[in-house]
Nanobody, 120 residues
Framework: EVQLVESGGGLVQAGGSLRLSCAAS????????IGWFRQAPGKEREAVSCISVGDGHTYYTDSVKGRFTISSDNAKNTVYLQMNSLKPEDTAVYYCAADYSNSCLGYDYWGQGTQVTVSS
């Protein structure tokens, strides 16, 4: 059974940091790209970052460049999203997803999400 389980969300003050984790199981981790998305209330889901697990290539949306870092620990089948200098506008439910095409464009599996709340 394929599973993606996010953790690490919480409440933090503006300027603070959080590290999200996405633990994957049930598929060959190295064959996939893993993406992070977020959705704030009343807004569309937004792609935040993505990593090709096999070769380490990464992608970031402009609003998080220089503040967020995506990484993977292949031994643990886990992808991390280190979020620094958090802003109130980063508040959202954060989801991870797995893309077998390894393109960071089409996703096959999704996690349940973890809430991130940044207070001003």
């Amino acid at each position: 059974e394929v599973q993606l389980v996010e953790s690490g969300g919480g409440l933090v003050q503006a300027g603070g940091s959080l590290r999200l984790s996405c633990a994957a199981s049930g598929f060959t981790f190295d064959d996939y790209a893993i993406g992070w998305f977020r959705q704030a209330p009343g807004k569309e889901r937004e792609a935040v970052s993505c990593i090709s697990v096999g070769d380490g290539h990464t992608y970031y949306t402009d609003s998080v460049k220089g503040r967020f870092t995506i990484s993977s620990d292949n031994a643990k089948n886990t992808v991390y999203l280190q979020m620094n200098s958090l802003k109130p506008e980063d508040t959202a439910v954060y989801y991870c997803a797995a893309d077998y095409s390894n393109s960071c464009l089409g996703y096959d599996y999704w996690g349940q999400g973890t809430q991130v709340t940044v207070s001003s």
